[in-house]
């Protein structure tokens, strides 16, 4: 098991498969890009596939999501979720992306086992997707979605986050845009994980403010909340249900104390926070030959060591050098 010194255990491996993207979300990197791994560094298929095996079979591993930087720009994706849905005990395998070219691959990954795709959107105005993206892909971005639905990857989930000034203003627009599509909308509080460190906490906009902006136009019940367990998002029933919301304060509202993720880099270092400030590097013992006890033994001492709360709130709060997309949201 994947157990930390707070006791608690880690079942939610998040896996990066690059750190390239083709957009460039202001909360997540500057406009020109940024220097991309060179692609020696990057895990590959056979390599990702064994380190997700020994997590799965040996090491307690039950969710497996596939994330970046954009990884359907991860030629091998498909062979890589079906290698990984094939696994026993099943893992649950997830997808998060921005949508570009899902369009295109839904079916395939469906048919390779694929359970469900968190998408990207944070606006419904393809102006203010420009500008906030600084690409001109919003129907992209749609057809993925609309591609998955129809793909059975249900329900999918929206993952918004709302910057002020910017698109703060659609966060009832797009909840409407969810429920009549059958979509689940989470909105995701911006973290300082942004690659030019622009995050500021009077920009961010809040977990409160979002329900304040929307509770007049629906009725919110919180739904499990007692049993939000290691689940981030703070689910809401919207006009009594079964349509939800969910709002993801992990600024103002952390859920360290119930966190059960670890996460793999795309060059193979696991973290055991996404502000972790040190990463344990499983590439190179896998390239000098370790064998799975010891690749086993390393990625347990990694998670045990595991800080209790991510401090964004306290002064001595440092940013990880690493930004979101060579991280792995
Ligand atoms: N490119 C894919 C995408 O955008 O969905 C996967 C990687 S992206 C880093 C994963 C998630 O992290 C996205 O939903 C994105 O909105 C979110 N994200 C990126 N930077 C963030 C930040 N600074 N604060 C909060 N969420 C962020
Ligand atoms: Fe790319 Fe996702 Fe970062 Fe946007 S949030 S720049 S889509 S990695």
């Avoid at 919003?138 to 793909?151: K, P, Q, S």
């Avoid at 880099?265 to 990463?279: K, M, P, V, W, Y």
């Avoid at 590439?283 to 690749?295: H, I, M, P, Q, V």
């Avoid at 440092?318 to 060579?326: D, F, G, N, T, Y």
Wanted: glycine share 8%; proline share 5%; net charge negative.
């Amino acid at each position: 098991m994947l157990k930390d010194s707070f006791g608690r255990v880690a079942t939610d491996l998040r896996v990066s498969l690059t750190d390239k993207c083709n957009l460039r979300c202001s909360y997540c990197m500057p406009p020109e890009g940024l220097d991309w791994m060179p692609s020696a560094q990057l895990l590959t298929a056979d390599e990702i596939v064994r380190l997700v095996r020994l997590g799965v079979e040996r090491l307690g591993i039950t969710e497996v999501r596939y994330t970046g930087g954009e990884p359907l720009l991860r030629r091998e994706l498909v062979d890589i979720v079906a290698r990984t849905t094939a696994l026993a005990p099943r893992p649950q395998v997830y997808l998060t992306t921005n949508g570009i070219g899902l369009a295109k691959l839904a079916e395939s990954l469906a048919g390779a086992g694929l359970d469900r795709v968190n998408v990207s959107l944070d606006t419904l105005d393809p102006e203010t997707f420009k500008r906030l993206a600084h690409r001109d892909r919003f129907a992209d971005v749609i057809a993925g979605l609309e591609a998955a639905d129809r793909a059975g990857l249900r329900p999918v989930k929206v993952n918004t986050v709302l910057m002020r000034g910017v698109n703060e203003t659609e966060a009832v627009p797009l909840l409407r845009f969810c429920l009549d599509r059958g979509y689940e909308l989470r909105f995701i509080e911006q973290m300082p994980l942004d690659a030019q460190h622009g995050w500021k906490r009077e920009n961010m906009v809040t977990a409160d403010e979002i329900l304040a902006m929307l509770e007049p136009e629906f009725d919110l019940t919180p739904d499990d909340l007692e049993e939000r367990g290691s689940a981030p998002a703070e689910r809401y029933l919207v006009d009594g249900g079964p349509a939800r919301v969910g709002v993801i304060g992990s600024v103002t509202r952390p859920f360290c104390a119930a966190c059960d993720r670890v996460r793999l880099t795309a060059d193979g270092q696991i973290r055991n926070c996404l502000f972790a400030t040190e990463e344990s590097d499983l590439k190179s013992a896998l390239r000098a030959g370790a064998t799975d006890d010891e690749l086993a033994e390393r990625w347990i001492a990694a998670v045990r060591g595991k800080r209790a709360g991510h401090g964004i709130d306290d002064p001595s709060f440092l940013q990880p050098s690493r930004p979101m997309s060579a991280i792995g949201g």
